[in-house]
């Protein structure tokens, strides 16, 4: 194999790759993505949407909690505000490590 066909197919695979990513991604993080040069620039730019939403909302319920003030009248309140918390920082979590799983598997999938 020359190395103009060794470019020619790993072009071929990288367009594949960004429309596995492209297709596989909700309609509004598409428009994060369009306009990439590369698989690679595509989910780079996934990572970082994501990382700062998680980030962001990680931080938002944070301070929600830090400035929480436990109203004497319900004793239990504060435990249920937390646990909420809890799940919902674990939710996004996971739902960020599942949309990065599902987009590895696309790409092996695609690069093989």
């Given at each position: 194999?020359t190395?103009?066909?060794?470019?020619?197919?790993?072009?071929?695979r990288?367009?594949?790759?960004?429309?596995?990513?492209?297709?596989?991604?909700?309609?509004?993080?598409?428009?994060?993505?369009?306009?990439?040069?590369?698989?690679?620039?595509?989910?780079?730019?996934?990572?970082?949407?994501?990382?700062?939403?998680?980030?962001?909302?990680?931080?938002?319920?944070?301070?929600?909690?830090?400035?929480?003030?436990?109203?004497?009248?319900?004793?239990?309140?504060?435990?249920?505000?937390?646990?909420?918390?809890?799940?919902?920082?674990?939710?996004?979590?996971?739902?960020?490590?599942?949309?990065?799983?599902?987009?590895?598997?696309?790409?092996?999938?695609?690069?093989?």
């Amino acid at each position: 194999m020359t190395n103009a066909a060794a470019i020619a197919e790993w072009t071929t695979r990288d367009i594949k790759a960004m429309s596995i990513i492209y297709n596989s991604i909700e309609p509004s993080f598409q428009r994060s993505v369009e306009g990439s040069n590369s698989s690679t620039e595509m989910w780079n730019r996934l990572l970082q949407e994501f990382a700062s939403t998680v980030a962001a909302n990680a931080a938002m319920l944070l301070n929600k909690f830090h400035t929480y003030v436990m109203d004497s009248s319900i004793q239990n309140n504060h435990l249920t505000i937390f646990m909420m918390c809890i799940i919902i920082l674990t939710q996004y979590f996971f739902f960020s490590v599942w949309c990065l799983i599902k987009v590895t598997m696309f790409l092996h999938t695609a690069m093989c």
